[in-house]
């Protein structure tokens, strides 16, 4: 696999504290949150990164791999089945 690209970002604190909330209640690190909403702003203006049906770096790589892999419990408490808030990005 690939070597994960090193970033740094300045966030206002609003928005680090929108993201962190998100963040929790996917079950994800802040920082795959923050991966997971630029796949989805990628793929809504259609820049998709997968390549082959595959995306070479999945959501539960790396850091946050724990909150990748048991993230689809915690989306879909509280919720009626097929009934979601969000686009599904998980490759799997």
């Known amino acids: 696999m690939p070597e994960r690209k090193k970033l740094l970002l300045r966030l206002d604190p609003a ?3 929108a993201v962190a909330k998100w963040a929790a209640d996917d079950l994800r690190s ?11 702003a990628l793929r ?3 820049r998709d990164t997968r390549r082959d ?6 959501e539960g790589a790396g850091e ?3 909150e990748g892999a048991s993230a689809g419990a915690g989306r879909s408490a509280g919720r009626s089945a097929g009934e979601s808030t969000e686009p599904d990005v998980t490759d799997s």
Not at 30 to 40: D, F, P, S, T
Not at 53 to 58: E, I, N, S, T
């Open 15 to 17: 928005v680090y504290e």
């Open 30 to 40: 802040v920082n795959a949150q923050i991966e997971y909403g630029l796949r989805l």
């Open 44 to 46: 809504q203006a259609g």
């Open 53 to 58: 049906g595959r995306d070479g770096a999945g």
């Open 64 to 66: 946050g791999a724990a």
